[in-house]
């Protein structure tokens, strides 16, 4: 470990959104945690071909998504944003592509910021390219270079934030998820994630440091989300993606460790874990992201948050406009809401955030592990363990220990079917072996996932 | 009879090899048709349990150990069918087109492909027109299945269909696209035979052009 | 006037969300301003043809749009919910269509209700068609009848609340929208507007009688909502939209003179006017209506809402799914965040209808129009008329005066270019006769709107 | 002389239409050329308006006023247009398509029209294949401008150019689509010459196509 994260930062009183220990403040003095919750809208690209010939609708796209979304967003007064762009595999692809997207739309947010005030921050995130099938390496080689260019150049063509949704791990977790494998899921997340995102963040961090940017952070999207979806459909037990969203915290929080200062990226809603070790600002997604995927927690992922996003929307026509423009007014009013019991002080912020919070967390166990109160408690409880590994196993049994009370005392609802889940759960994490070489021999020779390959990591 | 076969049925339902692989033994040893043994009871047990997965009544879990087991069992039954002629129910390449990444749902379509009785053959992710043109000419499928989660893949699905069709195989085989932005529109536009929303309707619809 | 309303019924303390003093309560329990605000889910076609040969197609859409509409609702517990069928024209003009429409959408809603215990109701809304260049007479002829055996035929094929959006007084009304003609627009809205919706919602209340449904109201989308259009876009002042907004109370109060009982249509923000007044229950539309069209009142309206309304999206496949399925989800937690509320307590309540109102009055007069305390004081002042007339002239000016004032104290964001825009108004209006007859002759003869033929009216 | 056109186009921009009509006439007296009072004045003038109308600095009845007037004062110097043999800028047919009825949008698209020095004739709502085609015949604009507001009757505008193109008349007129739920694509898709988002950017295009 880099930094290292011992303790809980906040009491439940201190812990709410738009505010943060550790605020991330840029040059241009948009502040992110440093009192308002803000927006940060993130679009992609609608049904069309991404190629050279095509390569210039694409950028018109891309501008006039940011454009008529600023307008949108000096209408209605917001106080300042933050953008995600999110490339597609093509644009990661090519550095030169996606870097030349990052300055069109940069360009036009310090237009906006010139002519009407509005201060904004691009979040830039690559894609994890090192899934590729030819990846022939986790920390070197064609594709980690690809991915760190684009940060560098990315990074002087405008970004303010680098973020990643990084996939070390992975490989050995889809097959968990899919066969509801803790064990498996505890060695994606705990050993072979922690191990790569030690190498891949503390490279992004120099990065950054190098170019003046920020080293914002990850998610474990790849992981929880993924199981998150799953569940939503009745494909797996709500429970074990419960599960999964709390062993992701040990992962995600590796990045700052390394030097990462936030803020968090949307779609890890293990950020609220993040925020409450670390102290820094979070991003979150929830009812307002519904344009990108349905989920359980649509107001309770809003109770500490900083930045409020939308994950994702295609550039459509919506009658009301076009679909980014949409969601920036969306978010708008949700952050105006938030800020305006800020306003009015504490106590209704507290109010506000509990209203949030109780609204969602009996209907779900996801919903459930991001309590506020429950963040706390299960924080404190992570961070017994000594290294990655333990860390990650404690998270898993405090989080089946934490919804199990919750079931008996009927503060979370849990379908007849899922309850045997928790003790099988429980006793898969507790029959893995004390020492993680053991336990990663273990799982090397067990493998059965066609996609892992221990040389990529070294192992 | 019966009763055996009830037997394999519920053995395939519960993924349990072991008892499935011995209780066609015993099937086979009592003369019962491999024909039988396959559709009435390894096959049967899958249906059944591809039902309850529809009614949410069971995990994925569940049915993917289930369709491990109904591949074994199969297999070993395969030089006996080969022997009397009794084919599978139909033949599938699947895959995710170019440039995407993603295999999730594709994995659920090929499950519930198998589930349902046919030879899938999974090409993975990122799959290039000229290695689905491949997959065809040596496997021959009945059915080929594509797969694309990303708004900037979709068009990729056309491209798989044209080349397809300038391959002059286009004929041979019937074309089913899925994915999460895909829909049946896009799918009459590129000229695919068949969209479906979800993998248990993906295999309904799959058999149903075999049948 | 059939009934009269003299009185406001609220004081700011019990004018609140999902509870008004005249619940609806259908057959199967459903309840509407009983206690609880619930989603009220609109949608329409995407971009496709609509005749015979698609027809089949046509029902296809609506059928998947309720159903996974409602599949969606009953994985997020939602205790209830009313759908609209707002018809297009061409299930207008041949009501055939329109019915069909809506007994296929009632059917599939029938069925969540047996499965899976989701009550819900469905709006039925018509075009008016009354508005077709061919149509000889308001109140007679082709196109009344059409419009009438729609709400008779649909009743049966199991609409339960009928609605309309009204159009007596557009033909003179468009031009004063675009001319910012005040005089013209009180013409409108209190003579032309008033004189029809007292024949029309006579009408419609009777079928509703024979029916056994609900007789539900109306809306001045088609005065007040293209006003704010155009303002939105900075096409008019807002002042202006925001005057029209409070002009259109009187005249959409007459449908409830007539015997309408509520809910209020969604589109209609006048409606929390027709709250205070009437004490039925309203449907209302902000943030999360987006979707259809941008506004300034994305929060505030939802202060004393009990239906809460998505107006209009599409059925485009958004990466989250179908974009009626995603706004389902996002009305959902809205409703939600608001029924906590009302779990806690009457002072969260209190607060939450407090922080929504703050939250956007300050920024646009049309907000501040919207303000539960504006509201009952402008109410007040509206019911001192002794008729439509009067009472439509008296809106204008009170609406005027307190824009005036809260301008000058700060509590209201008007800019500069329109801060002459009120006195510009007032002398308007105050130069109009007393006497509506006298009114009525000036304004025929002075007719410069090519649509408008007094004899339609019987004038 | 620019003096006296300067006050032209003052008056046009405050929709002074008395005055406007005894400054074109003192020009006339004064031996300006009319062209030059026509567009160094009177269209001058509308296009400053324009321009502060997009800067939004003034609403639209302030533009709807000089409208009216510009088209009374030309209206006025018509008969010596036409005897020099000075042409509008253009000429443009405009309408919302059969089942629709929403007007306002067109009507500002009119506006800007008539405002960027074309003469415009409006066939107003609910406005049939046939009608447009016999309008074109009829007047044989530049520009033929089809406003849709709703998803149902988008389709429609591609029914209008359909039966241009089998009138034979396709070659003869630009035509412009747009209304709320239109994009560049559906424009593109159905064989438009053009599609804007708004109606100063309508007018402005239509003054390229006829320059
Ligand atoms: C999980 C996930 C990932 C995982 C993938 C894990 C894996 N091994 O597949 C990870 C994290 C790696 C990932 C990466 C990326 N993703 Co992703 N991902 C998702 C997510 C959340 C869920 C997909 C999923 O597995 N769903 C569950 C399965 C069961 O559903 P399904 O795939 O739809 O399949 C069902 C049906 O569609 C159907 N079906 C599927 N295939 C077929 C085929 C046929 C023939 C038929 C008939 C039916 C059928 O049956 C299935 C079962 O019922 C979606 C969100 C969403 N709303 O879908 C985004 C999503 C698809 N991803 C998105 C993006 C942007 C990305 C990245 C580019 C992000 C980035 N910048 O790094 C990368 C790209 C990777 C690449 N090169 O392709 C966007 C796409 C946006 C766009 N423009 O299209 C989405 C929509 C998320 C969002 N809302 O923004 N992603
Ligand atoms: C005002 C309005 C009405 C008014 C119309 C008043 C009038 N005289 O036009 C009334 C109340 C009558 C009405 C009725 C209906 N409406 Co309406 N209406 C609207 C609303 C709120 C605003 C439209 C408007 O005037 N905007 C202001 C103008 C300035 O903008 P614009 O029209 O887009 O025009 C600009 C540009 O598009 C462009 N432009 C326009 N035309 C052209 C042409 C060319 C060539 C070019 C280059 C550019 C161009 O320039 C203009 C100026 O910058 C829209 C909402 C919306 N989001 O647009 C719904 C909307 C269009 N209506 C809708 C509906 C459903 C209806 C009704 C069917 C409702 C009903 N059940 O009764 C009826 C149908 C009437 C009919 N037969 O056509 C839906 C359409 C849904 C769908 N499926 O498409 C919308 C989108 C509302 C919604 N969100 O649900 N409506
Ligand atoms: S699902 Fe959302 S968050 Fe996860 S990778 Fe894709 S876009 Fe990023
Ligand atoms: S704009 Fe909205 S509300 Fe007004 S008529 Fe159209 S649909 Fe109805
Ligand atoms: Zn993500
Ligand atoms: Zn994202
Ligand atoms: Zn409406």
Not at chain 1, 227 to 240: E, S, T, W
Not at chain 2, 150 to 157: A, G, H
Request: proline share 4%; net charge negative; with cysteine.
């Amino acid at each position: 470990m880099g930094k290292e994260f011992n303790k809980v930062l906040y009491d439940l009183d201190s812990f709410v959104y738009g505010k943060s220990l550790y605020p991330v403040k840029l040059k241009n003095g948009l502040e992110i945690g440093g009192g308002l919750i803000l927006p940060e809208l993130n679009f992609t690209l609608p049904n069309m071909l991404f190629n050279e010939s095509t390569f210039p609708k694409v950028i018109e796209q891309y501008r006039s998504i940011i454009d008529e979304a600023c307008k949108r967003a000096v209408e209605l007064s917001v106080p300042g944003f933050v953008a995600e762009v999110e490339l597609l595999p093509d644009a990661t692809y090519r550095p030169e592509w996606g870097i030349e997207i990052t300055k069109v739309v940069r360009e036009v947010m310090y237009e906006y910021e010139q002519k009407h005030q509005l201060k904004s921050g691009l979040r830039l995130t690559p894609v994890d390219i090192r899934e590729d099938l030819n990846s022939e390496h986790m920390w070197h080689g064609e594709f980690w270079d690809k991915i760190m260019r684009i940060f560098e150049e990315g990074a002087k063509a405008g970004a303010d934030f680098l973020s990643i949704e990084s996939i070390g791990g992975k490989d050995v977790h889809d097959e968990a998820i899919m066969y509801c494998n803790i064990k498996q899921s505890i060695f994606g997340l705990g050993v072979l994630g922690c191990m790569d995102m030690k190498r891949l963040w503390g490279s992004i961090t120099e990065i950054a440091e190098k170019t003046g940017t920020v080293s914002a952070g990850d998610t474990a999207c790849g992981f929880a989300n993924t199981a998150m979806v799953l569940a939503d459909r009745g494909y797996i037990p709500k429970v074990f993606a419960a599960v999964i969203r709390v062993l992701a915290v040990v992962r995600s929080l590796v990045a700052y460790e390394e030097g990462a200062v936030g803020p968090h990226k949307d779609c890890g809603y293990e950020g609220v874990y993040i925020k409450a070790i670390t102290g820094t600002p979070i991003s979150m997604e929830g009812k307002t992201s519904a344009c990108a995927h349905l989920s359980p927690v649509g107001n309770i992922a809003a109770a500490v948050a900083d930045l409020w996003s939308n994950e994702s929307v295609q550039n459509l026509k919506l009658l009301g406009g076009m679909a980014p423009t949409v969601y920036m007014e969306q978010l708008a009013y949700d952050c105006r809401l938030m800020n305006t019991a800020t306003k009015k002080g504490h106590s209704a912020v507290l109010l506000l955030r509990d209203l949030l919070t109780d609204s969602d967390s009996y209907y779900d166990p996801q919903a459930y592990v991001l309590r506020p109160d429950v963040v706390l408690k299960l924080s404190a409880e992570i961070l017994k363990g000594k290294d990655h590994f333990e860390r990650t196993k404690l998270a898993g049994l405090a989080a089946i220990r934490v919804l199990r009370e919750a079931y008996e005392n009927k503060e979370v609802l849990i379908s007849e079917r899922e309850v045997p889940w928790l003790d099988m759960l429980q006793n898969e994490i507790e029959s893995i072996p004390a020492d993680v070489n053991v336990f990663t021999q273990e799982m090397i020779e067990g493998n059965t996932s066609a996609k892992f390959e221990p040389k990529k990591y070294d192992l | 009879m019966q009763e055996l076969l009830n037997k394999i049925a519920i053995g395939i339902e519960k993924g349990n090899k072991k008892a499935v692989l011995e209780d066609v033994q015993a099937a086979l040893d009592a003369n019962i048709k491999v024909e039988s043994i396959m559709n009435d009871g390894l096959i049967k047990g899958m249906e059944e349990l591809g039902a309850k997965w529809k009614r949410n009544e069971v995990f994925v879990p569940e049915v993917l150990i289930a369709a491990r087991t109904l591949t074994a069992a199969l297999e070993a039954i395969k030089p006996i069918l080969a022997q009397q002629g009794v084919k599978p129910k139909g033949k599938a390449v699947i895959g995710t087109v170019k440039g995407d990444l993603h295999d999730i749902g594709k994995n659920l379509v090929k499950m519930m492909m198998v589930g349902a009785g046919f030879e899938v053959v999974d090409l993975g992710v990122d799959v290039s027109e000229a290695k689905f043109i491949e997959a065809l000419e040596e496997n021959q499928p009945d059915i080929l299945l594509l797969s694309a989660l990303l708004t900037t893949t979709m068009p990729q699905q056309k491209a798989v269909i044209d080349a397809i069709t300038a391959a002059q195989l286009r004929d041979k085989v019937k074309i089913m696209v899925g994915g999460a932005p895909v829909t049946q529109e896009f799918a009459d536009e590129i000229g695919a035979d068949a969209y479906t929303q979800d993998a248990a309707s993906a295999a309904e619809r799959a058999v149903k052009f075999v049948s």
